[in-house]
C-alpha cells in the first residue's frame, strides 16, 4: 500500500507531490555519495496545501512527510519513494518518526510561544540522514504574532527542513507566509470515491458507506464517523428535524437550546475523556506529594494547564456546533434542490418526506434566506458571540 492510498480523488496533486519525492530522494541519495546535486527539481522547503474541509489536506501532507522518509530499497531499482511499507514510511504515517513533527490543535488558536518551539525544533539536523519535517495542520490559527515567527522560520529555512502548512484557504495564510510556500489546492472527493475509501479501508458495508457519504457531501472524516458512531448519527437525525421544530417562538427557543446544551455535552466527553488524565500526570511530573498537596511554586503550572483546558472545552463546543450548523445547511441546500427540480443528487434523501413538505410549504426564495441564517450563525460563533445566542437568533431567522 502506497502512502498516497488515502489521498482520495487529489489525482493532480498525487502526481506533483510524488515527482517532488523524487526529486527530494534524487537530491538526498546525491549528497550522500558525494555526488554533484541535480540543479532542477520539484522539490522545495515549504508547502501550502488548501482546500475544503474533508478534502484531506492533512492526510496529503502526512503522505508527502512519509515519502520524504522513504528508506525502501527499491528506490535504487527505480521505485517511487513513497513504497508505505518500510519503517520510514511507515513511523511517519502512524507519528512516531523522529524527524517528522505533526502539529494539531484543539485549541482556538496558536500562540506564539508554541510557534517559537517549532522553530527551534526546525533548525535541528534531520536524526535519519534525510529530512525534518514540520506539518503544521493548523496554519489558519496562528495568531498573527505567531504568524510573523513562522515567516521568519520559513524565509530562512535550515537545510533539509521542509514546512508543511494546511489551511482552508489562500486568504487564511499571512500572505508574506503564502508567497514563500508551494500552493497545492486540493478539491471535495467524489461521493463514489469517499464511498469506496470506506469500503476498501474500514470494511464498512457498502451501502453504509454509500449513505454516509453521500449525506456528508464527500466529507471524509465526518462520513467515516456518521458510519461507524450511532451517537453521530442519533446527532444528525435530531438536526435535521430541527426545521419542522421551528414553527413558533417556543419550539425555536426550546430546538436552539437542545443544540447548545448537546454541543456542550460533547465538549464535556471530551473533558472527561483527557482532563483528569492530564491533570493527574502534570502533577506527578510536578511532583505532587501523598494527599494531592502541590509542592510550592507548581500553582503557575496548574493554572496553565487549566486554561488550555477550558479553550478546548470552548474550541469543542464551537466545532460540534459547527458540525450541526453543516448539516442544517445541507438540508436547507436539498429543499432549494427539490423546489428547482435540480438533478443533482440529494444529500438527504433518507429524509425526503421533510425536504418535499418544507419545499412546497415555501418559496426558494424563503429558502435561501434560511441558508443565510445559517451562514450568519456560523460567522456570529467566529465572533465569539455567546453560543445561545447565535443559535437562538438563527431559529427566530429560520420561522420567516
Not at 456542550?264 to 475523556?273: I, L, S
Not at 435540480?342 to 418526506?353: I, K
Not at 441564517?373 to 467566529?382: I, K, M, P, S, T
Request: aromatic fraction near 2%; hydrophobic fraction near 45%.
Amino acid at each position: 500500500m502506497a502512502v498516497w492510498d488515502d489521498l482520495v480523488g487529489q489525482a493532480r496533486v498525487e502526481e506533483q507531490l510524488a515527482a517532488a519525492a523524487r526529486d527530494a530522494d534524487a537530491f538526498v541519495t546525491a549528497q550522500a555519495a558525494g555526488e554533484p546535486v541535480p540543479e532542477a527539481s520539484k522539490m522545495t522547503h515549504a508547502w501550502l496545501f488548501t482546500g475544503p474541509p474533508g478534502a484531506g489536506r492533512d492526510t496529503a501532507a502526512r503522505a508527502f512527510a512519509a515519502a520524504l522518509q522513504c528508506v525502501s530499497p527499491d528506490r535504487a531499482l527505480g521505485g517511487a519513494p513513497g513504497c508505505g511499507f518500510c519503517d520510514g514510511c511507515h513511523t511517519a504515517l502512524i507519528g512516531t518518526h523522529a524527524d517528522v513533527e505533526v502539529v494539531r490543535t484543539d485549541l482556538l488558536s496558536i500562540g506564539v510561544k508554541d510557534t517559537r518551539e517549532l522553530v527551534r525544533r526546525a533548525q535541528l539536523s534531520p536524526a535519519g540522514r534525510r529530512w525534518q519535517v514540520i506539518v503544521l495542520e493548523d496554519a489558519d490559527r496562528l495568531t498573527e504574532g505567531a504568524a510573523n515567527v513562522l515567516l521568519k522560520a520559513v524565509e530562512e529555512p535550515a537545510p533539509r527542513t521542509v514546512w508543511m502548512l494546511c489551511a482552508p484557504s489562500l486568504e487564511d495564510v499571512l500572505p508574506t507566509i503564502r508567497s514563500r510556500c508551494r500552493h497545492l489546492s486540493l478539491t471535495t472527493p467524489s461521493v463514489a470515491a469517499v464511498a469506496d475509501l470506506l469500503v476498501r479501508r474500514d470494511g464498512i458495508e457498502p451501502q453504509v458507506a454509500q449513505a454516509a457519504a453521500r449525506a456528508t457531501q464527500g466529507h471524509i472524516d465526518r462520513a467515516r464517523r456518521l458510519a461507524t458512531d450511532e451517537r453521530a448519527r442519533a446527532r444528525r437525525a435530531v438536526v435535521l428535524k430541527l426545521p419542522q421544530r421551528v414553527g413558533d417562538v417556543g419550539g425555536g427557543l426550546r430546538a436552539a437550546q437542545e443544540l447548545v446544551d448537546a454541543a456542550a455535552e460533547d465538549a464535556k466527553q471530551v473533558a472527561e475523556e483527557v482532563d483528569v488524565k492530564e491533570t493527574e500526570e502534570l502533577k506527578a511530573a510536578l511532583g505532587a506529594v501523598q494527599g494531592g498537596r502541590m509542592p510550592r511554586g507548581t500553582a503557575g503550572a496548574m493554572k496553565e494547564l487549566e486554561d488550555r483546558q477550558k479553550r478546548r472545552r470552548t474550541r469543542t463546543q464551537r466545532d460540534s456546533l459547527d458540525l450541526a450548523l453543516t448539516d442544517l445547511t445541507g438540508f436547507y441546500r436539498d429543499v432549494l434542490a427539490v423546489q428547482l427540480r435540480a438533478a443533482s443528487p440529494l444529500a438527504n434523501e433518507d429524509v425526503r418526506d421533510a425536504l418535499e413538505t418544507i419545499a412546497r410549504d415555501t418559496t426558494p426564495e424563503r429558502t435561501l434566506r434560511r441558508i443565510e441564517a445559517v451562514l450568519a450563525c456560523r460567522e456570529a460563533l467566529d465572533r465569539n458571540v455567546a453560543p445561545l445566542l447565535a443559535v437562538e437568533a438563527m431559529t427566530m431567522a429560520l420561522r420567516d
